[in-house]
């Protein structure tokens, strides 16, 4: 099993975490960002994206569809449950993640950190991004504050999927302070046996 | 089981396209888009967003959760498989309905059709959304010119997450005419047994 990575990528790393808590081995394959929309890697991914799982010469795009086969073949039903009320709450984070966290930390991570002042290559302008992902830390909050996890009462890959850009809020110019609820869970998230960081996570305050 | 829907709303529309195609009966509750941020909603959904569905008291919000729900509920394997392979596949899609289709498509036909030029309402500025949709339909382009079905060989929830906004690309100032095998597609959705289409998809040139 190969998966197509780059080492900033926060997509990437979701699938990388969850990689190391299931204690699957696999190859990592760092591709450049400069590569992405060439034909070869097109090949692996019509969206020109990472992460891309490769299995048995299969390509899986997108992290989201890349936790779910994970937690499908090796997690049984405790990281992805397939009763209906479960998978649906699982779900809702995974819309989240993919959502208020992608479009608005991740932009702003963007806008922030890696192109500032070079608006032509965010999707989000960096205001709105902020305000967006204020909604999604929001919501966080209001699940949090009166549970351990967000979808269930155990880790899922809803935790997978958006623990990533909300331990990335510095480098998107965002204080997780009033968020208090988040950074609590955001240690819980990185006490899970398995837990590995990706670069500029070891910036986060403790 | 009630779900709560504006009639404009594309995301409430995936909902009622699927409940109508799998002859689940509901009642539609009409929200004012002015009352989504209040306390009374925002108790049904966080976010302050429709559409959400009502079942036993309980709420699920975000449609791609609904889309999981009501598959895992009511379709046994035939909407969503639970194994690996085919839920990572109809996942793709569902992500790709989350991302480019929502901020391409969507976001184009808010600064297109229902706030022109008041950028404030809207994410993604006009000229980006429209070429992140792009980026959307040329993927499905490539997918459907040598099958069917966007996921599998068959209709999946796939085809729900992605069939609204392809199908009011003209409500977004996007011409539908170059990506002619999404065209082909949008006709064998609408072909499904129980197909139901929302007001603006009259407008659909044949």
């Known amino acids: ?38 034909p070869e890697f097109r090949v692996k991914n019509p969206r020109g994206q990472i992460p891309v799982l490769e299995v048995d010469g299969r390509h899986i795009w997108d992290s989201q569809a890349i936790l779910v086969y994970l937690a499908r073949r090796y997690g049984g039903e405790d990281w992805l449950p397939t009763d209906p009320d479960g998978m649906a709450e699982v779900m809702q984070w995974l819309a989240l993640s993919e959502n208020e966290l992608l479009l608005g930390i991740a932009q702003a991570r963007i806008g922030t950190t890696f192109a500032a002042g070079n608006e032509d290559v965010i999707l989000v302008p960096l205001d709105r991004a902020k305000r967006y992902a204020a909604r999604g830390l929001r919501v966080m909050v209001e699940r949090l504050a009166a549970h351990d996890w967000l979808a269930l009462d155990r880790p899922t890959i809803a935790e997978m999927a958006c623990f990533t850009y909300a331990a990335l809020t510095h480098e998107a110019g965002i204080d997780i302070a009033p968020y208090g609820a988040v950074a ?18 070891e910036a986060v305050p403790a």
Chains 1, 2 share one sequence.
């Open 1 to 38: 099993m190969k998966l197509y990575v780059a080492e900033r990528s926060g997509n990437a790393h979701k699938a990388r975490l969850f990689l190391s808590i299931l204690g699957v081995e696999y190859e990592a394959v760092d591709v450049a960002y400069l590569s992405l929309q060439g």
């Open 184 to 201: 609590r869970w955001l240690e819980r998230v990185r006490s899970l046996p398995g837990f590995v960081a990706m670069p500029g996570m």
